[in-house]
């Protein structure tokens, strides 16, 4: 039997269109926000990593929320800002995601970015504090974080804690 041709790896494409980015309290959400922002966020957490945990976890109503949204006004990326004290002594960012369909576009990396000039602005003179999964230390040590402390588990996936320091 004659083996198949390996698989090319995937090019990073660009998306089609800008983003239009929203950075807003809890309150502000409009239904329809609230709803998108979950449904990504359980299509990728709860179904494609299988993440055990109840994600709706009472901390949503103390953060910021960034949504960024394609030209067609489908949600493609998503963080939320969560005040300091509120997880950490430090602010912290979570729930970092990009649709499926965005990955590979460099989205991630202009979420992230977007995020942190957001948090900056918000809490300027702020250190942030993140629980980030392992696999991902080299991408955040890209926008200032470093590891503090070794590996965990957190939802059967390695997990590292993360700090940048107040800029």
């Given at each position: 039997?004659?083996?198949?041709d390996?698989?090319?790896?995937a090019?990073?494409?660009?998306l089609?269109?800008?983003?239009d980015?929203?950075?807003?309290?809890?309150a502000?959400?409009?239904?329809d926000?609230?709803?998108?922002?979950?449904?990504?966020?359980?299509?990728?957490?709860?179904?494609?990593?299988?993440?055990a945990?109840?994600?709706?976890?009472?901390?949503?109503r103390?953060?910021?929320h960034?949504?960024?949204?394609?030209?067609?006004?489908?949600?493609?990326?998503?963080l939320?800002?969560?005040?300091?004290g509120?997880?950490?002594?430090?602010?912290?960012i979570?729930?970092?995601?990009?649709a499926?369909?965005a990955?590979?576009?460099?989205?991630?990396?202009?979420?992230v970015?977007?995020?942190?000039?957001?948090m900056?602005?918000?809490w300027?003179g702020?250190?942030?504090?993140?629980?980030?999964?392992?696999?991902?230390?080299?991408?955040y040590?890209?926008?200032?974080?470093?590891?503090?402390g070794?590996?965990?588990?957190?939802d059967?996936i390695?997990?590292?804690?993360?700090l940048?320091?107040?800029?």
């Amino acid at each position: 039997m004659p083996q198949a041709d390996p698989v090319p790896l995937a090019l990073p494409v660009p998306l089609p269109g800008p983003v239009d980015w929203a950075w807003l309290r809890y309150a502000s959400l409009a239904l329809d926000d609230l709803y998108d922002l979950l449904a990504l966020r359980s299509a990728v957490f709860s179904v494609e990593q299988n993440c055990a945990y109840l994600d709706p976890d009472g901390v949503d109503r103390q953060c910021w929320h960034l949504l960024g949204r394609g030209a067609q006004g489908q949600l493609m990326a998503y963080l939320r800002g969560v005040d300091p004290g509120a997880k950490y002594a430090e602010a912290s960012i979570g729930r970092v995601i990009t649709a499926p369909v965005a990955r590979g576009t460099g989205l991630g990396r202009q979420l992230v970015a977007e995020g942190l000039r957001r948090m900056d602005t918000t809490w300027p003179g702020v250190a942030l504090r993140i629980s980030a999964q392992a696999h991902l230390d080299r991408f955040y040590a890209g926008f200032g974080f470093a590891a503090v402390g070794g590996q965990y588990m957190e939802d059967n996936i390695p997990h590292i804690e993360m700090l940048r320091p107040a800029p």
